[in-house]
Each structure stands twice: as C-alpha cells, then as structure tokens.
C-alpha cells in the first residue's frame, strides 16, 4: 500500500468516526431539546465548534495509529516522497470533492428560498462539507487502486 492509499485509507476512517460521532452528539442534543429557541443556532455552533476540536484531534490519532500500524506489519519505513501521479488523483479527487460541495450547497440555498428553516440548513451544511470529504478520500482509493 502506497502512502498516497495510507494517507486516503486514514482519511476515509477518520470521516467516518467523525461522522458517526457528529450524528450521535448532535441527534442526542437535539432529542434533548437543546436547539430549541432563538438561541438554537447559536447554541448548535458551539456544539459543532467543540466536535470539530474533537475531529481534529481523532485525525490525528488515526494519522499516527495508520502509521504506527504499517510499520509494524510492513517492516517498511515510510516513503512519504510525492510524484506526478499523487498529485493528478489528489487534484481529481478534490475536484469531485468541489464538485459535490457545490451542487450540494445550491441545493441547500434552493431549499432555504422554499421554506426550510436556518437550524435545518445548516446540518445539510455540515453534513455536505463532511460527506465531501470522505468522498474525496473513496475517490483518491478508487483512483490509486485503479492506478489512475
């Protein structure tokens, strides 16, 4: 497994724990009635202020265990050197990326001039911007196992 695969493999954990934890924390604040009131957003943003501290420090974890890992099983010391391939599927990966945010974020904004609510929109944001970059990561897999 190459680095670029390690790096995108780590990535794509790293999404899904962040996803899983953002749908546990926010559904049980929301059950709780926490975003209720004017002060909803605000409150909300705290909230994911606090998970976005937490995600950075769980993709740092992940970072070091998927290194420490390798190195274990492989034996190998990490060859961390970037070519012309590496960066052809990082930038066609993040283009799709941009491509999903964009189309992602017309949608919302369609769907706030049809009613919804701000509180709403705002967790179609989050999710967007998070289910984004983990399609960016299954992209960059697809496209190193492809050899693209």
């Known amino acids: 497994m190459s680095y670029g695969e390690r790096e995108a493999l780590s990535g794509l954990v790293t999404s899904l724990i962040v996803i899983c934890l953002f749908l546990w924390r926010l559904s049980g604040q929301h059950a709780a009635g926490v975003f209720e009131g004017p002060e909803a957003l605000k409150l909300w943003a705290r909230a994911v202020l606090v998970l976005i501290g ?3 420090g769980i993709a740092i974890a992940v970072a070091i265990a998927f290194a420490v890992l390798h190195n274990i099983l492989t034996g190998e010391k990490p060859n961390d050197r970037r070519d012309e391939r590496d960066r052809d599927i990082d930038r066609r990966a993040l283009i799709w990326a941009w491509y999903l945010l964009s189309f992602g974020l017309l949608g919302i904004i369609v769907s706030l001039a049809f009613g919804q ?3 709403l929109a705002m ?3 989050l999710a967007l ?3 984004s970059e983990a399609f960016k990561d299954a992209m ?3 496209l190193y196992r492809r050899g693209a």
Do not use: E, G, R
């Open 140 to 142: 960059k897999l697809v």
């Open 129 to 131: 911007c998070i289910l």
């Open 54 to 56: 937490w995600s950075i």
């Open 123 to 125: 967790n179609m944001v």
């Open 117 to 119: 609510t701000a509180f």
